[in-house]
């Protein structure tokens, strides 16, 4: 079985930073992709950032702000998120795309969450 275990959330005034943590551990697997969703009260979740072996995403409203990161041996993913605002309020949400041995097709892991909040 694979686990998602993020840190790093809280509580931090507009303009400034976080950086959010999630390590994934287990055995028998590989990561082919790791990323951060958020889901603010009331909306759907948004995929705010990920990275694969040669690709990374942010999404529009995180570009220039947050930057993801992954440790591939330690099978961790960081946000570091600067000159947040109030509208990054919400649950962060780790996501890795595992490939379990003897398996073909990936499978979505989620970690528990972490709130993060920004006041203005």
């Known amino acids: 079985q694979v686990q998602l275990v993020e840190s790093g959330g809280g509580l931090v005034q507009a303009g400034g930073s976080l950086r959010l943590s999630c390590a994934a551990s287990?055995?028998?697997?590989?990561?082919?992709?790791m990323g951060w969703f958020r889901q603010a009260p009331g909306k759907q979740p948004d995929l705010v950032a990920s990275?694969?072996?040669?690709?990374?995403y942010y999404s529009d409203s995180v570009k220039g702000r947050f930057t993801i990161t992954r440790n591939n041996a330690m099978n961790t993913v960081w946000l570091e998120m600067n000159s947040l605002s109030p509208e990054d309020t919400a649950v962060y949400y780790c996501?890795?795309?595992?490939?379990?041995?003897?398996?073909?097709?990936?499978?979505?892991?989620w970690g528990q969450g972490t709130q993060v909040t920004v006041s203005s």
């Open positions: 990275v694969t072996s040669d690709s990374t």
């Open positions: 287990g055995s028998g697997f590989r990561i082919s992709g």
């Open positions: 996501n890795a795309k595992v490939v379990r041995r003897g398996w073909v097709s990936e499978s979505d892991f």
